[in-house]
């Protein structure tokens, strides 16, 4: 069963491919904040796909204009066996930079083994790949004893899980006994992912006109304003901040080391940086006019922690910082930075027990199709396992693809060789997990 089930998914790899590709090319672009996803009709495609397997698909819409549609159907078991979710989302980053692709961004080229285009690895080749599964399932008569679940969710992008995409949907979806998110994760199982939040850092200056710069920067004669009197550059008085916050990641990453440890204390390797920081200068704004000095800046962070810290923690510890440095300049002791932490999103990680079977079972499921081990580690980003851990769900993430694909980046594909294991995978899961009948 488990051959024939693989065999069909390696001999119909170009249809499975032509999914990717079929979604590739419907525009499902995330601007990266709330509510400037468009993802209906891409799900509409979802929707039809998972009708033409019978899995009598649904819609769950949470967004106030009732135009962004999760979509979940389910493969009903005969009953007795467990029950499983896998989930991936719909929604992709914005196209960036469109004049440096090779292949147009919406193309869906299937070329040399490969898949062209925006959202091929993160995140359409993951929603492809879920269906597919249930469609070698069928095809090849397995019956199973638990339900399977495919969720198709919106807003990930965006980190809109947890109120219009995945959070949301799960709790109105029946409860499975364990999930899978189907992310870009090189094939490797994710029991965890770092925290992520942004904050901002605002530096005052005192505006004056351009030509008075020489009297706010050097000393003058006796009697004439300088120094503050005259003018206070706001970009100069942040600089020392700025350069800061990139010391503080470094020693960090260098000097904070945090591990995830499994079932009897054993520790999970560290494959791709398990606990990372990050303190990304993601924006930078401030002046007012071409022939002033600058009189305030604004810098936006993307700060990436480990799950392991409190929010409140990681808090104190940048504000200490910030104002440590402000001390020790006159201007800034008496007008000391603005700083608002949170700001735009905060997205706590997630972190899942080694004991959990379901853990298990796809570690045996991955050796048994692919005749290797697979890797345990963590995410140095967010994904929408958190809102399913929160309803409650055991929950890892598992995908084809990776950071080599060019996701979020120009120039994004997929591999199909990794599209056609990662479903053998699921569909052997499936099997594993829920139990055959028969």
């Known amino acids: 069963m488990y051959d024939r089930v693989n065999q069909y998914i390696a001999d119909h790899q170009m249809e499975l491919a032509q999914m990717v590709s079929d979604l590739i090319r419907i525009d499902s672009q995330n601007q990266g904040l709330a509510n400037t996803a468009n993802e209906a009709e891409a799900q509409k495609y979802v929707y039809n796909a998972m009708d033409a397997l019978h899995l009598s698909p649904k819609t769950l819409t949470y967004d106030e204009e009732k135009k962004r549609p ?3 159907g389910i493969y009903p078991g005969t009953g007795g066996g467990k029950s499983l979710l896998i989930n991936a989302h719909i929604d992709t980053v914005a196209i960036t930079h469109p004049d440096e692709w090779v292949h147009p961004p919406l193309s869906g080229l299937i070329q040399d083994g490969l898949i062209h285009g925006r959202g091929a690895s993160d995140d359409k080749m993951a929603v492809a790949s879920m269906i597919f599964a249930i469609k070698a399932l069928q095809e090849c008569g397995v019956k199973l004893k638990g339900d399977v679940m495919l969720l198709s969710s919106v807003g990930e992008e965006s980190g809109e899980g947890a109120t219009v995409g995945a959070g949301p949907a799960v709790r109105d979806m029946p409860r499975p006994d364990f999930a899978i998110v189907s992310e870009a994760t090189c094939m490797d199982m994710d029991i965890a992912s770092s925290s992520y939040t942004c904050f901002e850092v605002t530096v005052r200056g005192k505006a004056a006109h351009t030509c008075a710069r020489n009297q706010a920067f050097y000393p003058q004669r006796k009697g004439l304003p300088c120094g503050s009197e005259a003018g206070v550059d706001a970009l100069f008085k942040a600089l020392p901040i700025i350069q800061m916050l990139y010391n503080l990641e470094r020693d960090w990453n260098l000097n904070r080391r945090y591990e995830i440890w499994g079932a009897g ?6 494959g ?3 606990g990372a920081f ?5 924006l930078i704004k401030g002046g007012e006019y071409i022939g002033s000095i600058m009189s305030s800046v604004t810098i936006l962070y993307a700060l990436v922690y480990s799950s392991d810290i409190p929010l409140e923690q990681i808090t104190q510890e940048i504000v200490d910082a910030i104002m ?3 001390s020790t300049d006159s201007w800034l002791r008496e007008h000391p930075p603005e700083i608002k932490i949170p700001t735009i999103k905060d997205w706590r990680g997630f972190n899942t027990s080694m004991d959990e079977p379901g853990i ?5 499921a991955f ?3 692919l005749g290797r081990e697979m890797s345990i580690t963590a995410n140095k980003a967010v994904m929408d396992a ?3 851990q929160e309803a409650g769900i055991p929950v890892v993430s598992f995908g084809p693809g990776g950071p080599e694909t060019n996701q979020h980046g120009v120039n994004e594909w997929a591999s199909i060789k990794l599209l056609v294991e990662a479903t053998q995978v699921y569909a052997r899961m499936m099997m594993d997990w829920c139990g055959i009948d028969g």
């Open 367 to 369: 050796k048994a199709t």
């Open 265 to 270: 204390g054993t520790p999970v390797p560290d």
């Open 360 to 364: 298990a079972a796809l570690r045996n």
């Open 278 to 282: 990050a303190i990304n200068p993601s």
């Open 70 to 72: 999760n979509v979940y």
């Open 386 to 388: 958190t809102f399913i």
């Open 272 to 274: 791709k940086g398990v």
């Open 324 to 326: 440590a440095v402000a």
